[in-house]
């Protein structure tokens, strides 16, 4: 086989997966597909397209460039196909170009079967995907997704609805608790945002930029006004790009804004996440330079030279694109922490960012002779590029426990976790100790005021840390909580911090209410996520308070439920509803289902958010979210249980 062949035969063999992912509804318009059940467990599908719309649907049971033409995807291991495609309709015989051998087509009306066998329970609807093939001459589209979802004689359905009618928000017994969702402050983020900036200030792509940066609008201009005015323009423009990045999400449909949530706690998006701060923390090392494609750079750069304001932005775009090996990890870090939290703290997070980085150009135009009491550049950057490796290392980790936690793969238990923390720690107290040194900071120095400083700040760091890896009470590390696995995750089976803490019900919303309809106790649910640092925080430093963790023990049923849990349900307890925005929406994980209780009952798709519910599901007061504050969160139960003293009475 030639290289050509080789080639095209390895891209269509990737194709399959990219469609998988993508679920891209492009293709052949007009399909139908139908189900016959033929004996127990068994059934027929018939797919019909009438017409192929001017293109030629290749046949099934082909497989030119070893990809096959048409293929059925199940997602569950219960659903098997059952044997070949049969043809209903006859094809034509077309001699390909491309693969130069005879396929069989349809140029108009094409339909064929294919027998499908169900161990277990069958589902009242069959959920699937056909993969087919079409073309044309030179075009060809493999692994075109037909996504269907057909009901099945005889199968059973679930009764589970992710509306509760006895759930009424507006109408809750007592009237306590939040009105909308408590995160992160705007402000707070903001202020992130500016840390982050100030901090990609100091880095080599940026800090030599602000004298000749200054020093040109100033000597350029006809008089100090223009100069000042032109230099606070360009930090304007510095400012309102960064801010801009942020524009797309606020396009999200609030409907769908569990987006956000899925973002961050999307297993493969936080291993990719965890490969690229990596890749930056290489980059900061030393071993490479990130750069943009050039042309990006000279195209804006070219057009710095128009007159006005014209030329003023786009030197400001310039800053941004050859800035980007060294903005590019900080700023990334600081907006993917803040996905969780929705649009405007992201774009509160990118403003702080912006205008940190934009203010020095505007000051020091204002105040030139500020430019005298600068560093001078030289190595200390290149010490501020690597501790920023090691920063950038940590959090790679951190991505990479998310995506473990989510999958619970055991891969970074909590002690695994804060072990690499600890050599992080340990190695960049080392650098900055000088044990290490790299030649781009030229010949080795006494240690300054500053560099002591950070080394014992990292020191004492490394140190908070190491009591971590134990079975101990002094395991808690609070100052961190919420960034670590939680204790639940750890290599000790009964570690100290978790067996005297509060023990949920998980996942299981009915043993809950089973559970409390026995007892007499009202329902604390908890929505919660294996990724949320928020929920973390909650169960470290709220929960272990001593009066919240004896009433959620002894006053209440607590039930966590994680919707980011990504185990597939059953086939026969998956559920299609249509939402309160009328859009229809599938059930098939763990998290879908607690997802859309959530959603459809309490209005919000943030987490931690907390409910009281009497075991007869009447919400009793206003839901909880993120409360720091254990004598807040302590009220709101007392409330809840007033509600149900009520109610009982």
């Not at 804004?257 to 923390?281: C, K, R, Y």
């Not at 992080?424 to 030229?442: D, M, N, P, R």
């Not at 809950?512 to 909650?538: I, Q, S």
């Not at 001593?546 to 349900?569: C, G, W």
């Amino acid at each position: 086989m030639s290289l050509c062949k080789r080639l095209l035969s390895f891209f269509l063999l990737l194709l399959p997966l990219t469609s998988l992912f993508s679920q891209d509804s492009t293709g052949l318009k007009g399909w139908t597909v139908e189900s016959k059940k033929t004996g127990e467990g068994k059934f027929e599908l018939l797919f019909n397209l009438p017409d192929a719309q001017g293109w030629q649907l290749y046949a099934p049971n082909q497989s030119p460039g070893e990809v096959k033409t048409v293929e059925m995807i199940f997602t569950d291991s219960a659903i098997k196909q059952d044997g070949d495609f049969i043809l209903t309709s006859q094809p034509l015989t077309i001699s390909s170009t491309i693969f130069e051998t005879d396929l069989a087509v349809f140029e108009r009306n094409a339909s064929w079967k294919v027998k499908v066998a169900i161990s277990g329970t069958v589902p009242a609807r069959l959920q699937g995907t056909m993969l087919y093939t079409y073309g044309r001459g030179e075009e060809y589209n493999p692994s075109t997704v037909f996504a269907f979802n057909v009901p099945l004689e005889g199968g059973v359905a679930s009764s589970w609805s992710p509306k509760v009618s006895s759930i009424d928000l507006k109408n809750p017994v007592n009237n306590c608790g939040d009105e909308g969702t408590t995160g992160k402050s705007i402000a707070s983020i903001f202020l992130l945002g500016l840390l982050g900036g100030l901090i990609a200030l100091l880095t080599p792509c940026v800090f030599p930029m602000i004298p000749v940066t200054v020093t040109f609008f100033t000597k350029k201009s006809q008089d100090r006004k223009q100069g000042v005015f032109n230099a606070m323009m360009y930090g304007l423009f510095i400012f309102l790009i960064y801010t801009a990045i942020t524009i797309p999400f606020h396009f999200v449909d609030n409907a769908k804004s569990e987006v956000f949530n899925n973002i961050s706690t999307n297993v493969w998006l936080n291993l990719f996440f965890f490969a690229i701060f990596v890749f930056f923390a290489l980059s900061f090392f030393g071993l490479f330079e990130i750069t943009l494609p050039s042309g990006i750079a000279n195209r804006a750069g070219s057009k710095s030279g128009l007159g006005n304001l014209g030329g003023i932005f786009f030197m400001a775009a310039t800053l941004a694109i050859v800035s980007f090996s060294c903005t590019g990890p900080i700023l990334g870090t600081l907006l993917v922490g803040q996905l969780q939290e929705g649009a405007w703290p992201l774009t509160a997070g990118a403003a702080g960012f912006g205008l940190a980085l934009s203010l020095p150009f505007a000051l020091f135009a204002m105040f030139p002779n500020w430019l005298q009491s600068l560093p001078k550049s030289g190595g200390w950057m290149t010490t501020v590029k690597v501790v920023l490796g090691f920063v950038e290392l940590a959090l790679a980790v951190k991505f990479l426990a998310n995506a473990d936690n989510v999958k619970q793969w055991g891969i970074l238990k909590r002690e695994i976790f804060v072990g690499l923390w600890v050599i992080i720690g340990l190695l960049t107290t080392l650098y900055l100790a000088g044990v290490f040194h790299k030649k781009s900071e030229g010949p080795r120095k006494k240690l300054s005021l500053i560099r002591i400083v950070f080394m014992l700040a990292f020191a004492a760091f490394t140190v908070y840390l190491v009591p971590g890896l134990l079975n101990s009470k002094m395991a808690a590390l609070k100052l961190l909580s919420g960034f670590p696995p939680p204790v639940s995750y750890s290599i000790y089976p009964d570690h100290v911090l978790h067996a005297k803490g509060v023990q949920p019900i998980v996942n299981d919303f009915q043993a809950a209410l089973d559970k409390a309809k026995k007892e007499g106790k009202p329902v604390l649910v908890d929505f919660t996520g294996w990724a949320c640092v928020n929920c973390r925080r909650m169960e470290e430093k709220v929960w272990t308070n001593q009066e919240v963790d004896s009433m959620m023990r002894t006053k209440f049923v607590v039930v966590s439920l994680y919707v980011d849990e990504r185990t597939r349900l059953a086939v026969q307890d998956r559920v299609t509803f249509t939402n309160a925005a009328g859009e229809e929406e599938t059930i098939e994980t763990v998290g879908n289902k607690w997802t859309a209780f959530q959603k459809e009952n309490f209005g919000a798709v943030s987490q931690p958010q907390y409910a009281i519910l009497s075991p007869d599901q009447r919400l009793l007061t206003k839901t909880k979210f993120y409360t720091p504050d254990a004598g807040e969160f302590v009220s709101w139960l007392k409330c809840g249980l007033e509600a149900y003293d009520k109610i009982k009475q």
